[in-house]
């Protein structure tokens, strides 16, 4: 099983259409947990951390289940400007280091 | 502010050589990541330095290796190059070094390895 699963799409949805994205993480240490953007050729940037109670930004929902070991991303009023791949990112720690474990994303394409 | 800066954007090897690829994290950041993004992957880690000491490693071989300098920036060096070795490589910096912390990436190196 992949570390950081998720579907990778693409997702084709017009403009102001709802869409969600679901990460599985295989490691139940995981202790962060976040959505990165990533542009087309671009660097990937922080969308929000993910928190164990959900949180909101905006349009921008995340939730955490850490019993099923289950990420989401949920987005409201899609925008031409949403489109991008996003990514899930799990954090691990041990031994005094950590790392970062990035899905390969899944690409979303907001139409007209 | 400054971001994370990377150089160079572009970077063309044959087989065989050495590769050297730079970073200069945000003013103020101690840590640095390096991460690999080939083509249909995802980013893979590779290497973490904090405070000029190599902190983790990613499952990749010896002849990935790098180091920070005083100033913090960070050099990644590729030896012995292959034609997998090809794929964008992504250098972050975070505050602190912490599982929480935002990791922000600069806009990568392109390697090409002929």
């Not at chain 1, 799990?90 to 970062?100: C, F, H, K, R």
């Amino acid at each position: 099983r992949k570390e950081v699963e998720q579907d990778p799409g693409p997702f084709n949805v017009p403009e102001g259409a709802t869409v969600a994205f679901n990460c599985t993480y295989s490691n139940s240490a995981s202790q962060s947990f976040f959505w990165y953007r990533q542009d087309c050729r671009k660097e990937p940037k922080l969308l929000m951390s993910v928190y164990s109670s959900g949180n909101e930004d905006g349009r921008f929902t995340a939730q955490l289940n850490r019993a099923s070991q289950y990420i989401s991303l949920l987005i409201r009023d899609s925008k031409l400007s949403d489109s991008a791949t996003y990514l899930c990112v799990v954090g691990v720690s041990g031994a005094g280091s950590y790392q970062l474990t990035f899905g390969k994303g899944t690409k979303l394409s907001v139409i007209p | 502010e400054a971001g994370v800066t990377q150089s160079p954007t572009h970077l063309i090897k044959t087989r065989g050589q050495q590769a050297t690829l730079r970073c200069s994290p945000i003013s103020g950041h101690t840590s640095v990541y390096w991460y690999q993004q080939a083509l249909g992957l995802g980013l893979q880690f590779l290497l973490w330095y904090d405070e000029g000491e190599e902190r983790n490693r990613g499952n990749f071989p010896p002849r990935f290796s790098g180091r920070q300098f005083p100033n913090y920036s960070s050099e990644l060096n590729v030896n012995a190059l292959e034609l997998e070795d090809s794929a964008l490589y992504l250098c972050a910096s975070s505050l602190v070094g912490t599982i929480q912390e935002t990791q922000y990436f600069g806009p990568g190196t392109r390697l090409l390895v002929l």
